[in-house]
């Protein structure tokens, strides 16, 4: 069985400077993150060309949105198309987003679209649906992927709204960390119940929130509550080939020691 891929998510601040990171780090695959209200002060040709300079494939873009507050408090009422007050603005950034991402020449839009209801006749649920249908359209018109990233609703949820959004340019970027900081599954049942929808992953850990935390503990890859030995091989026999891209969410030297950790200890089990 073919290697898994480990690769590196960067933020769009300086180009340049995220593509010499991940160069520094012997990695040549990223997501990189970008807020949907800005991307008209990028030049996604630029982007596209310094990947090609520096060698390094761009495998997704993440599309963020300013306001968003990523805990289980306020995550309900500013998190992606969930949140009502947000939604037609948001759609209308997604359409500009997938166009963007187009001219760059990347297959893939990964999105945390908000706390999604559990209960399939919620009012919040039944007019989120039509919506976030839009914004997968859009993508399959410029012939991209949506992979929901995890985290903020039950897996099952996560499930049954993609089977019920119905379209096959749809997936799952598997966070496994983020199951466990919102408290919402074990990510070894998650990948169970998401089975072949897992198109890409995120190398992250982390701790579960206690009972008066409204997040849990993001830490370094291993010292937390992800079993990543069990996780990536449940994950390989479902068919999943990859990439593993490693998210560590401090900035400075400490979060390159962390990273260079992380690589070595994902290392024997890809």
Known sequence: ???????????????????????????????IGFLAEEIDSFDP??????????GIEIFAVFMLFKGQIFNNKDGPSTMGFVAEKYREERLK??????DFVKEIGVKNIVCHVGFIPDDE??????????VMKKVIE????????????????????LKRTIIEIGMDNVGINLDPANLILY?????LDAVEIFGEYVRSMHGKDGLWPNRDEYLGK????????????VLLRRLKNKGFSGPIIIEREISGEKQIEDIKKGIKYLEPYL
């Open 1 to 31: 069985m073919k290697k898994l891929r480990l690769g590196l998510i960067v933020g769009s601040r300086d180009i340049e400077k995220s593509f010499e990171k991940i160069k520094m780090l012997d990695l040549s695959i990223c997501q």
């Open 45 to 54: 040709y630029f982007i596209k060309k310094q990947s090609e300079n520096y």
């Open 93 to 98: 950034l997604s359409y500009k987003f997938s």
């Open 121 to 130: 006749q919620n009012p919040i649920y039944k007019s989120f649906l039509p």
């Open 138 to 157: 859009k993508c399959k018109e410029n012939e991209q992927n949506f992979l929901f990233e995890t985290g903020q609703e039950l897996p099952s949820t």
């Open 183 to 187: 408290g919402k599954a074990n990510p």
């Open 218 to 229: 993001e830490v370094p890859i291993g010292e937390g509550m992800v079993n990543f030995p």
